[in-house]
């Protein structure tokens, strides 16, 4: 079942639910892809028909940010649980490893994703991954091939919303991989160039803080948050 916050319909699931049906997908023919949407992406959805229809179109839409479990619960439809996208990908990578599945990091600046793969395939021996490519491309042909050609069954694409989420509808059955998942910074962090907060920010649901402190530039991104906020706070009053 979807829950729907500000147009954007998230799935009310577990993460363990969520890594279920991620392999259900990966096993599935056919190409699938996932999305993680943070308050700032379902305010890029409320302006952008086109962005909301892809996100709304995903096989799994799981609420990333703290914002959004808060916006749900305000609406009088709580969510059972947040779910970052690089806690959703970590745990999918275990059971990937387990059953010997492919992996394509695409995204992220130069060099970055050839650091992350190198971390990844210590971490999670059994995990092949199989192609790397950065994100900053002219034309999606040759990444796109490149895919297809190292017989990937999962992608990571890390571009930024809504980028991401717009190649990865345009794409997702040229690349021949069953599973695209759009995961915002997680090469920079997985690379290990971006450190990702102490698990006390991240317990509190403060990450999006500890980005800002390293990152002030963001400033103008985090803006959206309490623009999001004050329009569920107009959606609730619309629902009394
Ligand atoms: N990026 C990219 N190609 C682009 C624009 C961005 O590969 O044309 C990468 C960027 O280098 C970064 C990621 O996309 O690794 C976006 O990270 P951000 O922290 O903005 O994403 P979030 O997690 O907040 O969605």
């Not at 943070?38 to 914002?67: F, K, M, S, T």
């Not at 809504?162 to 990865?168: G, T």
């Amino acid at each position: 079942m979807r829950i729907d916050v500000l147009g954007v319909g998230f799935d009310n699931i577990t993460m363990d639910q969520a890594v279920a049906e991620g392999i259900r997908l990966i096993n599935t023919p056919g190409a699938h892809y996932v999305v993680t949407p943070n308050p700032e992406i379902v305010e890029i959805c409320r302006e952008n028909q086109e962005v909301r229809d892809v996100v709304n179109g995903a096989d799994l839409v799981l609420a990333d940010g703290i914002g959004v479990i808060y916006g749900a619960k305000m609406l009088g439809t709580p969510l059972k649980q947040r779910m970052p996208g690089i806690d959703f990908a970590q745990a999918l990578m275990a059971a990937m490893a387990r059953d010997g599945k492919k992996l394509f990091l695409l995204g992220a600046k130069p060099g970055y994703a050839d650091e992350a793969a190198h971390r990844l395939g210590m971490r999670y021996p059994g995990l092949e991954i199989v192609g790397t490519h950065d994100g900053y491309f002219k034309e999606d042909g040759p990444v796109v091939e490149a895919i297809r050609d190292s017989g990937a069954d999962v992608v990571f694409v890390c571009l930024g919303a809504p980028k991401q989420e717009l190649w990865m509808a345009k794409n997702k059955e040229a690349t021949g991989a069953h599973l695209l998942i759009g995961l915002g910074g997680c090469l920079d962090v997985f690379s290990g160039n971006v450190q990702r907060a102490p698990e006390v920010y991240q317990k509190l649901g403060l990450e999006w803080l500890h980005r800002l402190v390293k990152d002030p530039k963001r400033i103008g991104r985090m803006m959206k948050l309490p623009l999001f906020l004050v329009h569920v706070a107009g959606e609730k009053g619309k629902k009394k």
